[in-house]
């Protein structure tokens, strides 16, 4: 019989109960590291106190009161994100998915209401992820995620990243814009290089496209800016945020230019919850701690520390690992581990050993700690790292008995 919870994730069977910092603890005493930070979102990793604060407070006083009315909770945060962007204007949302929605529907929008009405495309890249829903499946383009679900929605193709010719052989007359991750996280943690970006600017100047980045979760810090596009210093003109920007509770935003957001006219576009002053409170809440003095600056110094043991790692066990993925010169806490053993294997070697790590596409472990961990967490993470690798078989090699689920979870403590 079907559980009660539809049984759409492959859950470890780990439950808990409470958290502190980059760690969390079940109810019955294990403690696990958490570097996969509910998949990058965890930003301020668990129980930050002023997190934790603003949002009770804000639970108290008024949690929502739809659009309909001012929200000034929500006026403060979209103010502070333009004062630290490229952004003229902000919309919040509930989610990464919807957030590129209406990041498409603005790129398309702008295009119609200034002449260009058949201009309804968008480049995506082989590789991508932009999210769940039926739109977002098709820009994602990954077929395993669209089977079963109908006809693909048309409007999206895809060209191979960091390949400019294959971007230029894609525009056409209908072409409305391109939309990509400055770094790709759920297929292996693939960066477009900084060239590539600026190429890609180029191009939209060029042919009156518009630029979209997809920053879900390489924004908002992840690589020790609050963007990842930064790094290469290229004007967008639209971008979508999500995961790591409420710190855990449920917020997403499109950044945009006014050239781009002034079509987007009142009645255009809309959503029940998002902005809402609890979700506002906590992303307010999640700035507040990102943008004090030499935060970012941290984040950038201990992803090169964690950089420096992954590579390490890499050295010590050839036969595990691969190579360390990151971006080219900006690695911040998004990182990966490719793996020459099947990725779930050393996922569950690494929870054998009280860590958390998220898989993604290419065979490569996800290393995507809370903002706020420290060296001595970095340490730990790699060290961990190292004797779960002593608990995988290497390929082609009879030694240790292959990790499962089932055994790492009764062996962590
Ligand atoms: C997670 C993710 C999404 C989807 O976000 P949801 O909140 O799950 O809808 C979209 N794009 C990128 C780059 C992501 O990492």
Not at 84 to 100: I, L, P
Not at 184 to 198: K, P, Y
Not at 238 to 253: E, N, Q, R, Y
Request: net charge negative.
């Amino acid at each position: 019989m079907i559980a009660p919870l539809m049984p759409t994730y492959n859950r470890a069977d780990l439950a808990f109960e409470r958290g502190e910092g980059a760690w969390l603890y079940t109810a019955d005493g294990r403690r696990f590291l958490d570097f996969g930070a509910g998949i990058a979102t965890s930003s301020l990793g668990h129980g930050h106190p002023h997190l934790v604060a603003a949002i009770a407070e804000q639970a108290a006083r008024v949690m929502h009161v739809s659009n309909l009315y001012r929200v000034p909770q929500a006026e403060r945060l979209a103010a502070r994100l333009v004062e630290n962007s490229f952004a003229d204007s902000v919309f919040f949302c509930n989610s990464g998915a919807e957030a590129n929605e209406g990041m498409v529907k603005m790129i398309r929008r702008a295009q119609a209401s200034t002449g260009h009405g058949e201009r309804t495309e968008i480049i995506c890249f082989d590789g991508a992820f932009h999210g769940r829903t039926l739109a977002m499946l098709s820009a994602t383009g990954n077929v395993k995620y669209l089977s079963g679900f109908g006809e693909p929605v048309s409007g999206f193709r895809h060209v191979p990243l960091n390949n400019l010719n294959a971007v230029r052989d894609a525009i056409g007359p209908r072409t409305a814009g391109i939309m990509i991750e400055p770094i790709q996280g759920e297929s292996g943690v693939n960066a477009a290089t900084i060239r590539f970006l600026r190429e890609l600017r180029a191009a939209c100047d060029e042919f009156g496209l518009l630029l979209g980045f997809d920053e879900v979760q390489s924004g908002m810090g992840r690589t020790g800016k609050l963007f990842a596009h930064q790094w290469a210093d290229v004007r967008p003109d639209v971008v979508s945020t999500a995961k790591g920007i409420g710190g855990g509770f449920p917020l997403g935003a499109i950044l945009a230019t006014e050239a781009v957001a002034q079509h987007l006219t009142a009645g255009s576009h809309g959503t029940t919850f998002g902005g809402n002053p609890l979700a506002c409170a906590a992303g307010n809440a999640v700035l507040d701690v990102l943008l004090s003095d030499g935060f970012l600056e941290g984040v950038q110094t201990r992803g090169a520390l964690l950089k420096r043991e992954l590579d390490a790692l890499v050295r010590a066990r050839p036969d595990v690992f691969e190579s360390v993925r990151a971006h080219e010169t900006a690695p911040g806490l998004m990182q990966g581990l490719r793996c020459r053993v099947p990725v779930a294997e050393m996922q569950a070697a690494s929870l054998a050993e009280g860590l958390l790590v998220v898989g993604a596409g290419d065979d490569v472990l996800r290393i995507i700690p809370p903002l706020v961990v420290t060296d001595a967490d970095c340490r730990e993470a790699a060290a961990r790292l190292a004797r779960a690798a002593e608990r995988v078989r290497p390929q082609g090699a009879d030694a240790a008995p292959a990790a499962t689920l089932a055994n790492s979870l009764a062996a962590a403590s």
